[in-house]
């Protein structure tokens, strides 16, 4: 899969092996970049209603596999929030 250079840096900040694209930790990583870009756009249009329909179903789709990732593997999980800073974790 080719990313573009954004991307590619924080796929390979949570990559598990080289070719890793689709382990639950990069989805996740990609998913907050897009999310936060979206959330800026939204803030900007007030009025956007269908950005900010999207905006709700990658948040959705996060909120999954966070729930995935903290069910299979909880240090795993710890470390994608973490480096993230998404919550506080004890």
Known sequence: ????????????????????????????????????????????????????YGLLKLVEKRKKLMRYLKRTDYRRYVRVIKTLGLRDVK
Request: proline share 4%; aromatic share 4%.
């Open 1 to 52: 899969m080719v990313f573009r250079p954004e991307k590619e840096e924080i796929a390979k900040a949570f990559m598990r092996h080289e070719k890793d694209t689709g382990s639950p930790e990069v989805q996740i990583a990609l998913l907050t970049q897009r999310i936060k870009h979206l959330t800026e756009h939204v803030k900007r249009h007030r009025k956007d209603v269908h950005t900010r």
